[in-house]
């Protein structure tokens, strides 16, 4: 079995939609990665006690998203040196931007590279995994490119 080199964690359940963006991205350029459902405030303990064990098992960067107050990014990024990528979910009535200024206004010193809200924020925190990842994979560079390169493809072989 492959070791799971990205961590995709959420609040809640409810954020799964969302977060299966990353997922799907990750699938695509073929990064092994897992999903779990982890709070910030409602399993405290339990996500400390998994972001210690998440490196010592080899995952290199982590995606968190949560709605609402969520903290969940910023107490990842307070327990550990990895990259750690925030997905604000816009599951609340404030449709997303209490989760947006939670997930972004981190204090100097605990940076939590902060993606938009929602799904688009979501896949962007996938491509953002493999961006960070091919530093040390020239695969994962090509296929970047690759990826870039179906995008253009696509726009401009629209007609109207
Ligand atoms: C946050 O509260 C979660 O990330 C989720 O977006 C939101 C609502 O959670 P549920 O009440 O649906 O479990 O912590």
Do not use: C, W
Request: aromatic letters at 4%; hydrophobic letters at 50%.
């Amino acid at each position: 079995m492959t070791t799971p080199k990205v961590a995709i964690l959420m609040g809640s359940k409810s954020d799964a939609e969302v977060m299966k963006a990353a997922s799907k991205i990750l699938d695509d350029f073929g990064v092994a990665h897992e999903m779990r459902v982890l709070s910030a405030h409602r399993t405290p303990a339990d996500t400390q006690a998994y972001i210690a064990a998440a490196e010592d098992r080899g995952i290199e960067v982590f995606i968190a998203g949560a709605g609402f107050a969520a903290h969940l990014a910023g107490a990842v990024a307070a327990h550990s040196v990895l990259p750690v990528i925030g997905v604000p979910i816009d599951s609340s009535p404030l449709a997303g931007v209490d989760a947006l200024y939670s997930t972004v206004q981190m204090p100097g010193g605990i940076p939590v590279a902060t993606m938009t809200i929602g799904k688009s924020g979501a896949k962007n925190a996938g491509l953002f995994a493999v961006q960070i990842l091919s530093r040390k994979d020239p695969k994962l560079v090509s296929k970047l490119k690759d990826y870039r390169k179906q995008m253009r493809d696509d726009i401009l072989a629209i007609e109207l």
